[in-house]
């Protein structure tokens, strides 16, 4: 059962030009959407998040935005550079041990 | 660097064999998480502690137990390993109480092959 899906494995887009990755959830009760980038031979580091109270979350080139109705959350990355490329996890904040549940990442790759 | 620090990197075993993962938080997080990630498949949260108690059990198998020690170092085994254990394994740590969020610093992950 996942609740937390990212429905591309992967993604290519030009340097300069917009990334966008999106997550789909399932569980409404979630209240708190993150985003984190892993590099290979690293571990996942923290980009960016959003409460459910709001519907966007802006830090320099990073921009999340969500829609509940939908129940669906995308990463703006604008403008893309190659040391963006990496894979990027979603996750949510869930259920009343507040644990992330993750989705299965999006490799990005940026193209020079 | 996150400040938190896995041993070893890469581990190689035999089907029903047992291992210890052992991780380092980052000075003074008293949280650290477990997490299993399986090939192409998002992370799976196993446990957590704070402070030397378990707070939150996830998908953690049976044979899979972990602690939490007195210098805040966890370590996590892994028993009657199968084919299907193996996996990148992260440990991450926090700062703050357990049911609040606070940000989870992750370590670079143990890779654990079993044959």
């Known amino acids: 059962d996942q609740q937390v899906k990212q429905n591309s494995p992967s993604l290519s887009v030009q340097e300069g030009r917009i990334s966008i990755l999106n997550c789909d959830y399932t569980n409404s009760m979630f209240d708190y959407f993150l985003w984190y980038k892993k590099y290979p031979a690293e571990g996942p580091t923290f980009l960016i998040s959003?409460?459910?109270i709001k519907d966007k979350n802006e830090d320099g080139r990073f921009t999340v935005f969500l829609n509940k109705s939908a129940k669906h959350l995308s990463l703006h990355i604008v403008p893309s550079q190659p040391g963006d490329s990496a894979v990027y996890f979603c996750a949510a904040r869930g259920d009343s041990n507040y644990q992330l549940i993750w989705g299965a990442g999006t490799k990005l790759i940026i193209k020079p | 660097d996150s400040g938190v620090t896995q041993t070893p990197k890469h581990l190689i075993t035999a089907t029903g064999q047992r291992v210890t993962l052992r991780c380092s938080p980052r000075?003074?997080?008293?949280?650290v998480y477990w997490y299993q990630q399986s090939l192409d498949q998002g992370l799976q949260f196993l446990i957590q502690?704070?402070?030397?108690?378990?707070?939150a059990k996830g998908n953690i198998l049976e044979r899979f137990s972990a602690q939490q020690f007195p210098d805040l170092h966890s370590e996590l085994n892994l028993s009657s390993l199968e084919l299907g254990d193996s996996a990148l394994y992260f440990c991450a740590s926090s700062s703050g109480p357990p049911r609040g969020y606070n940000e989870q610093f992750f370590g670079p992950g143990t890779r654990l092959t079993v044959l």
């Open positions: 502690y704070y402070n030397g108690e378990e707070r």
């Open positions: 959003i409460s459910s």
């Open positions: 000075s003074g997080d008293l949280s």
